[in-house]
């Protein structure tokens, strides 16, 4: 009995410890943050981005904001006006879904004159079934992605743990 009780709140444990394995949360520009004359495009160069990662803009409210647009608009640096802006500081974007993905600062001048945006490829979930044929595939980053984080390993330890003791 005392097992079986045993093995129940493992089991508990691991199911809440699993989601926070399968996402990383991705601090834009790192340090930095979201701010003016930093180079997006080589932070974003050696990481692979997941549907289920989070990318986090952390900046001055007030200042800057965050604008998810297409790809035309972020070439030009402008926003349409149904576009969501996030303005907080600290703005969560869950990557719900992959493919490519553009984010620019909508403050005049910052994206053009100052480089605020963002591109980046967001690939499917780790451990997805693989794309379809003839879909386009993203080459792989030069560094491994690493798809475990401590949580992730105590919840397989635990697991294995309580399976020995069962």
Known sequence: MASSNIFFIIAIVAFFAVP????TEFIVGDEKGWSLDFDYQSWAAGKE???GDKLVFNYRAGVHNVIGVSGIEFQQCQASSNNTVRSTGNDVITLSTPGRKWYICGVPGH?????????????AQVGSPATAPGSP???SAATPN???S???????MVSFIGL???
């Open 164 to 166: 020995v003791f069962v």
């Open 146 to 148: 690493v798809a475990f």
């Open 111 to 123: 994206c053009a004159a100052r480089n605020m945006k963002l591109n980046i490829t967001v690939l």
């Open 137 to 139: 595939t993203s080459p």
């Open 20 to 23: 926070s394995c399968l996402a």
């Open 150 to 156: 401590f949580y992730g390993w105590i919840a397989v």
């Open 49 to 51: 981005f997941h549907v």
